[in-house]
Every structure is written in structure tokens, then in C-alpha cells.
Antibody, heavy 120, light 108 residues
Framework: QVHLVESGGALVKPGGSLTLSCIVS????????MAWIRQPPGKGLEWVSY????????YYSDAVKGRFTISRENAQNALYLQLNNLRPNDTAVYYC?????????????WGQGTLVTVSS | SNVLIQPPSVSVAPGQTARITCAGD??????VHWYQQKPGQAPVLVVY???DRPSGIPERFSGSKSGNTATQTITRVEVGDEADYYC???????????FGGGTKLTVL
């Protein structure tokens, strides 16, 4: 069974930075494309970023492009999201998820999420 | 950009059938996935690639698509099915993943 555990969420001031981590077990992480999805309190899901298994192809949503950086360390089964220049509307639970197979793939396994709060 | 429209809420009595729709431009050419999210929990994939069901998901959950509207159907609805349901597609025009706004299923 694939298991994902996020960490690193915290209260941070506007303009601040944070790095989120996601440790994956139960799968061959180096063969998995991965993604981050967020959910503001009381609101819906929003895709944030995606990386291929090699890390060579990366995509970002328009809302975070230029401020967030996704990366991975396959030897550590770890996925990261660096959040810079944070804004109050970045406040959300951040989930990491494994990207499934096929054209236009789903997110087939999710972590429990880590809360990022941006407030002065 | 791709926008997926879902009804904010759907109500159904236990034992009845719930249908949750997801409408979007050019949805017929995209593959639709559905997630269930119960309060305080992470989303769970319940239908993928329009009609497929992950292992462990009851047969009561199914998906279909007609034209630019996808539908998730839950038969013999149980109280435990109360949750928010989200549809999702991949937009190949900009390599973005898009979620619908979510539908709150209430079991009366």
C-alpha cells in the first residue's frame, strides 16, 4: 500500500518562505510522477505543481509560478515544495499525491496534508 | 483556461441513487476523474478515466460521460457516502490539472 506523509507546514508571515516535504513508502518512488495540490480552509481543491519521475519536466499553476519550486530526491523517496514570497491567499492544506497512469492521469494516492498559514 | 462546473450540493435519501454532474468545454476529449473527500480527511480517488474504479471502491460508485458532461453515480446511497465530491481533468493545452468546484452530497 502506498503511503505518503507530508510535513513542514507552519505559520509564516507574508513574504516569508517555507519548505514542505513528502516522504513516500510502499511504491517505487523513482518510477512515480508526483504532484502537490492545495485546499484553502473551507474551499475546493487546487492543483499546484507536478514533476515527472526524473524531475526533468515540471509544471506550475499560474497562481504559484515564479514563487514555488518543486523538487525531489529519489534516493530518499522524498518530494519537496519550496514556497517563497508567501501571500495570505496561499493559506491552505497542502497535499502531495502520486500521479497515476494513462493519458491525463489521476492522482491515485494522497497524503494527509500539512497546513500552511500565512498571516501577520 | 478549463473550467469544470459542478452543482454545489446534491441531496438524496438513503438507498436511493445520487448523480453528480461535471460540465466543461471539450470534456468529451478529456478523461475525467472523481474524488471523494470526507470532513477532515484527504481526497480519495473513486473513479478514474471516466469509468474505471480503483480496487477497494464499491461497485455502487460509477462514472459516465456524454458530450461535455461527466456524471458520477452512486447507487444504494449510504449515510457513510456523505462527502464532498470533486471532478478533475488534465488540460493538455497548458499542462495544468483542473478540479471542479466540488459537490457536497447530503444523505437525508
Amino acid at each position: 500500500q502506498v503511503h505518503l506523509v507530508e510535513s513542514g507546514g507552519a505559520l509564516v508571515k507574508p513574504g516569508g518562505s517555507l519548505t514542505l516535504s513528502c516522504i513516500v513508502s510502499g511504491s517505487s518512488f523513482r518510477d512515480d510522477d508526483m504532484a502537490w495540490i492545495r485546499q484553502p480552509p473551507g474551499k475546493g481543491l487546487e492543483w499546484v505543481s507536478y514533476t515527472t519521475r526524473s524531475g526533468r519536466t515540471i509544471y506550475y499553476s499560474d497562481a504559484v509560478k515564479g514563487r514555488f519550486t518543486i523538487s525531489r530526491e529519489n534516493a530518499q523517496n522524498a518530494l519537496y515544495l519550496q514556497l517563497n514570497n508567501l501571500r495570505p491567499n496561499d493559506t491552505a492544506v497542502y497535499y502531495c499525491a502520486r500521479v497515476g497512469e494513462g493519458y491525463g492521469p489521476p492522482f491515485d494516492y494522497w497524503g494527509q496534508g500539512t497546513l500552511v498559514t500565512v498571516s501577520s | 483556461s478549463n473550467v469544470l462546473i459542478q452543482p454545489p450540493s446534491v441531496s438524496v435519501a438513503p438507498g436511493q441513487t445520487a448523480r453528480i454532474t461535471c460540465a466543461g468545454d471539450d470534456l468529451g476529449s478529456k478523461t475525467v476523474h472523481w474524488y471523494q473527500q470526507k470532513p477532515g480527511q484527504a481526497p480519495v480517488l473513486v473513479v478514474y478515466h471516466d469509468t474505471d474504479r480503483p480496487s477497494g471502491i464499491p461497485e455502487r460508485f460509477s462514472g459516465s460521460k456524454s458530450g461535455n458532461t461527466a456524471t458520477q453515480t452512486i447507487t444504494r446511497v449510504e449515510v457513510g457516502d456523505e462527502a464532498d465530491y470533486y471532478c478533475q481533468v488534465w488540460d493538455s493545452s497548458n499542462d495544468h490539472w483542473v478540479f471542479g468546484g466540488g459537490t457536497k452530497l447530503t444523505v437525508l
